[in-house]
């Protein structure tokens, strides 16, 4: 459950506030933009789709997706973080096969993902469904 409040941030360790995401309760940190949810929640979210991109919106992220295998997230991006939840080491794997976006997930817990995580597994999900 990420229902417990008062989590910080795996990147910050700041707090993280409760928001709605797509009528979706997640934790979120305002300082890195980072979202913390349950598996099902995003599941739920990429079923639901209920944020319609635009076309131009598509296509710039669709391009910044490609180029983020070059760039390869350097830094502190490619550390390994802790769960929120429980402090272990989380998992960096692909949300699903062939899905070019990795997020970090306790198989307990939840998923972390990094700013603009959300929004590439979303059109990753429309774009699927298209085929
Ligand atoms: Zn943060
Ligand atoms: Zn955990």
Redesign the pocket.
């Known amino acids: 459950m990420t229902g417990a409040d008062n989590l910080r941030c795996p990147r910050c360790q700041l707090l993280m506030r409760p928001e709605e995401y797509e009528s979706h309760r997640v934790q979120f940190c305002s300082t890195c933009w980072g979202y913390w949810l349950e598996a099902e929640t995003l599941q739920a979210i990429l079923d639901e789709h209920q944020y319609k991109f635009s076309k131009g919106e598509r296509s710039t992220l669709m391009a910044l997706m490609r180029s983020a295998g070059d760039i390869d997230r350097s830094g502190r991006e490619s550390e390994l973080i802790d769960?929120p939840?429980?402090g272990?080491q989380m998992e960096r794997r692909k949300w699903i096969d062939g899905c070019p976006v990795e997020v970090d997930q306790?198989p307990?817990?939840g998923i972390w993902l990094d700013t603009g995580e959300i929004k590439e597994l979303q059109i990753f999900a429309e774009s699927r469904d298209k085929e």
């Open positions: 769960c939840q429980c272990r306790c307990d817990h």
